[in-house]
């Protein structure tokens, strides 16, 4: 995989998008600063220097939904590497549909973008932002929403953009090739063995409704499965509270 490494960029994931025509090869970006950084659903997200920013764009195979699965890929990946980063004394979890949580709070999100072309997928950026250093405050995330944690706060370790790709970008590479080679289910399983809450009542929230019940699964794609009072629902996208 390629690597480009930038002192400024309004945001990596758009410019994964500039460079994706051009691209010949999966090619990670790292910015040391971004000036519009963004999460889910248009939300600002803090950018401090010193914390990491970075986007892999590639041109996966296959429908939206397969491209969808990168977000396990990338949170099982990014688990590993911060896992081998602080050591056996931090405790690692991954909430759906694309946040990593650090002894309970959180300290990376996820953010997927994609361009189609016909039925498929023209390119897939996977934008990640690791607290290395400083947390937004606790007031700025709405509520319910899972506290801000940096891996310094919560593990002392100093750990710097560079040193966590050098750990991510293997890392996604082997989780890449498993579900190229055996497909979502061997992920399935992995990212289930570290979810959080998993057995336990959550919110959902999706565009038009919120969505109280236990946290029973995923399934074969992805998509949440609680158990509601009203019975098993299935929910492809949403935001998740508890």
Known sequence: MARHVLAEVDSTNSEAARLAPRLTQPTWILARRQTAARGRRGRAWAAPEGNFFATLVMRPSGDPVAAAQRSFVAALALAEALGAAVGPGAALSLKWPNDVLLNGGKVAGILLESAGKGAGVSHLAIGIGVNLIAAPPAEAVEPGAARPVSVMGETGVRLA???????????????EAQLSTWGFAPLRTAWLA????????????????????????????GALVLRTAAGPRTIPAADVYF
Do not use: S
């Not at 565009?207 to 699964?217: K, L, R, W």
């Open 194 to 221: 570290r979810a959080a809450r998993l057995g336990q009542p959550i919110t959902a929230r999706t565009m038009t409704e919120t969505i109280e019940g236990t946290f029973e699964t995923i399934d074969e794609a």
């Open 161 to 175: 953009p560079e040193t966590l790709l050098d750990l991510l970008a293997p890392a996604f590479a082997r989780w």
